[in-house]
């Protein structure tokens, strides 16, 4: 059973920066791939940007160029650094892991307990 613990969430003006962190703990075998998505209310919750274990990374459209995700496979800690802000970044940002089994084939997903994000204008 994996456990994930968030944190860096907050209130924040438009423009501005926060980073995000994920703590995991409980892997046996290695945790294939950390993601951070988010939600806003009365949206469905949407993948913000992912890590592999090796490093590969993939990011939504609309945060491209402005948040960067990093992952600390020592610490097992995935980090989302957010920049340039926007009101529409406001939403409840949880974070995913993807373990696996012995061997590798089979998955088990895991979500954090969410932490909020608030962009004023």
């Known amino acids: 059973q994996v456990q994930l613990v968030e944190s860096g969430g907050g209130l924040v003006q438009a423009g501005g920066s926060l980073r995000l962190s994920c703590a995991a703990s409980?892997?046996?075998?290695?945790?294939?791939?950390m993601a951070w998505y988010h939600q806003a209310p009365g949206k469905p919750r949407e993948l913000v940007a992912s890590?592999?274990?090796?490093?590969?990374?993939n990011y939504a459209d609309s945060v491209k160029g402005r948040f960067t995700i990093s992952r600390d496979n020592a610490k097992n800690t995935v980090y989302l650094q957010m920049s340039s802000l926007k009101p529409e970044d406001t939403a409840v940002y949880y974070c995913?892991?993807?373990?696996?089994?012995?061997?590798?084939?089979?998955?088990?997903?895991?979500w954090g307990q969410g932490t909020r994000v608030t962009v004023s204008s």
């Open positions: 409980g892997s046996r075998f290695g945790i294939k791939r």
């Open positions: 890590i592999t274990s090796g490093g590969s990374t």
């Open positions: 995913h892991a993807r373990d696996r089994d012995i061997s590798g084939v089979v998955e088990y997903d895991y």
